[in-house]
């Protein structure tokens, strides 16, 4: 054991366990106090130290528990105030999903997650906890006519899998094939067949909620995925957004929305199948399509700002 490591493990000792000042453990161990300090942070970000809270089990204001009521989901409320903008309210919002999701994490896991805006910001709050044998697997392809995806995507999960040690594995086909047959084919290839046996055996999904017209704009729907005529035929089809790519209406129906036959991401269908799964969201310009994931079964776990839970009860009547 390297005398780093040894002091180390000594200020830990002393700090969290015994209760000692830094001032007492600077001069039992012949250190400076910001030798110490420097130590224990050391401590954290090594994952000698792991510090967490109690399991989130939920908010217990009325807002919340109507929604938990009509959705069957635990909700974790982010206060968020009014004035706030888009950027703070995701940030704060992602700050609490990325404790719940580092709480949720466990050794030996098979974690799926869903790329998009919401998850770039997720990534920024993980703590760090090195997992024993855990695999971050991604969820829904990529790939479009203008790029691969990948270093958009693969930067979202090496993020998740550096935070907590897990291996990466990517889905490296696209977000929606060109023609249903395509996808068909390619789900026959034994290289897809990995990834989907590995979908169907997830511990834990995270992901956020796609809109047609955000606030802050998807990036599905932004970033050459689909052109303008497909956007229009979509919302004439009631088409308001998407869970892992997969297309959703209001009333939380997708099975016959052409395009999910293109799609490449978990259905709702095979996302129940998943023991919990974290729903992050937080932009009211997205209401209808959270309130159709939602209707859909999508989620155990819904992390919200007050703002985007009072829309949805609003819109839905609660």
Known sequence: ???????????ATRYYIQGETMESIAHQLRLSRSSVSRLLKESRESGLVRISLAA???????????????????????????????????????????QLFTEAVADHQLI?????????????????????????????????????????IGEILQAIGDAFDSKVVLFPVPAFFDYAATKEAMWRE????????????????????GCLQGTVPSHVYT??????????????????GDVCTVLLREDGSYADIGYNARATGLTPEELVRVPRRICVAADPSRVAAVIGALRARTATDLVIDEGTARAIADRARL
Do not use: C
């Open 1 to 11: 054991m390297s005398d780093r490591y040894e002091d180390m493990y000594q200020a």
């Open 56 to 98: 989130h089990t939920g908010s217990q204001s009325p807002l919340a528990a109507s929604l938990a009521g009509a959705f069957g989901v635990r909700v974790h409320l982010v206060p968020v105030r009014e004035s706030a903008n888009e950027n703070l309210r995701f940030d704060q919002v992602a700050r609490l999903a990325g």
């Open 112 to 152: 799926g997650v869903a790329w998009g805006v919401t998850m770039s910001h997720v990534v920024r709050h993980l703590g760090r906890r090195p997992l024993i044998g855990s695999t971050v697997v991604q969820m829904n392809g990529g790939a479009n006519q203008r790029s691969s995806g990948i270093p958009y």
């Open 190 to 209: 034994r290289s897809v067949q990995n990834v989907l046996t590995l979908h169907a055996k997830l511990d834990l999904a995270i992901f956020g909620v």
């Open 223 to 240: 970033a050459g995925y689909m052109d303008s005529s497909d956007m229009e035929r979509l919302a004439a089809d009631g088409v308001v």
